[in-house]
């Protein structure tokens, strides 16, 4: 029986209407890897839904590994985050139901903050400098909806000891191309990207 690996992303919102987290889970949903089988999880930009929908994955799927995919449009790299802060603050932008939010913890009134529970010395290693993916290291998931869903992966991970964390990815060449954006990636290197971070986390296990 495989052990299974949770891979969240995120559907389309406002102008990035081809969203490559969400590409990424469909091409990767259903994937074995060394035993261990990926669950893709679509999330919507909503921080009323998409918390509540990934606490009742968790709870019901018991995964081994849990990893969050969500778009950064400034990016140029895959960006893993070494850290989530136990606060939403995004006044100036709206989810996909028009919310926004200014100050406000999800986990109690506490500023805790996790980190990440991804190999990243051996990722980076092996990912990065031996197979030439292009990865950097992020401080911070941010403070907008990628940083809540983070931070429920965190604080899983944590709570069961399993690897676990959160990833940035930059826009891909299609979504470049119709916004005019100049960063970008190739979905298929994003993609292979992601598979050798998962198969190096799995072998770390």
């Given at each position: 029986?495989?052990?299974?690996?949770?891979?969240?992303?995120?559907?389309?919102?406002?102008?990035?209407?081809?969203?490559?987290?969400?590409?990424?889970?469909?091409?990767?949903?259903?994937?074995?890897?060394?035993?261990?089988?990926?669950?893709?999880?679509?999330?919507?930009?909503?921080?009323?839904?998409?918390?509540?929908?990934?606490?009742?994955?968790?709870?019901?799927?018991?995964?081994?590994?849990?990893?969050?995919?969500?778009?950064?449009?400034?990016?140029?790299?895959?960006?893993?985050?070494?850290?989530?802060?136990?606060?939403?603050?995004?006044?100036?932008?709206?989810?996909?139901?028009?919310?926004?939010a200014w100050m406000k913890p999800f986990d109690h009134n506490n500023l805790?903050?996790?980190?990440?529970?991804?190999?990243?010395?051996?990722?980076?290693?092996?990912?990065?400098?031996?197979?030439?993916?292009?990865?950097?290291?992020?401080?911070?998931?941010g403070t907008y909806l990628c940083n809540i869903v983070g931070y429920e992966i965190l604080r899983y991970a944590h709570k069961n000891?399993?690897?676990?964390?959160?990833?940035?990815?930059?826009?891909?060449?299609?979504?470049?191309?119709?916004?005019?954006?100049?960063?970008?990636?190739?979905?298929?290197?994003?993609?292979?990207?992601?598979?050798?971070?998962?198969?190096?986390?799995?072998?770390?296990?």
């Amino acid at each position: 029986m495989s052990r299974k690996i949770l891979l969240t992303g995120f559907s389309h919102y406002g102008i990035y209407y081809i969203n490559p987290s969400m590409e990424i889970l469909q091409k990767l949903n259903g994937v074995v890897f060394n035993g261990f089988k990926v669950y893709g999880l679509v999330l919507p930009v909503s921080i009323d839904k998409a918390p509540k929908i990934l606490k009742d994955k968790l709870r019901i799927l018991k995964p081994d590994i849990v990893v969050g995919l969500g778009l950064a449009p400034r990016a140029r790299n895959i960006i893993i985050e070494l850290a989530s802060a136990n606060i939403a603050h995004f006044p100036d932008y709206k989810d996909v139901d028009g919310n926004t939010a200014w100050m406000k913890p999800f986990d109690h009134n506490n500023l805790n903050v996790l980190s990440t529970r991804l190999p990243i010395f051996k990722i980076m290693e092996s990912c990065c400098k031996n197979k030439g993916f292009k990865i950097s290291i992020g401080i911070s998931i941010g403070t907008y909806l990628c940083n809540i869903v983070g931070y429920e992966i965190l604080r899983y991970a944590h709570k069961n000891s399993l690897p676990g964390g959160f990833i940035h990815i930059p826009p891909s060449t299609d979504l470049a191309l119709r916004l005019g954006l100049n960063n970008y990636m190739p979905l298929k290197e994003m993609l292979q990207a992601i598979k050798c971070i998962l198969i190096t986390t799995i072998e770390e296990i």
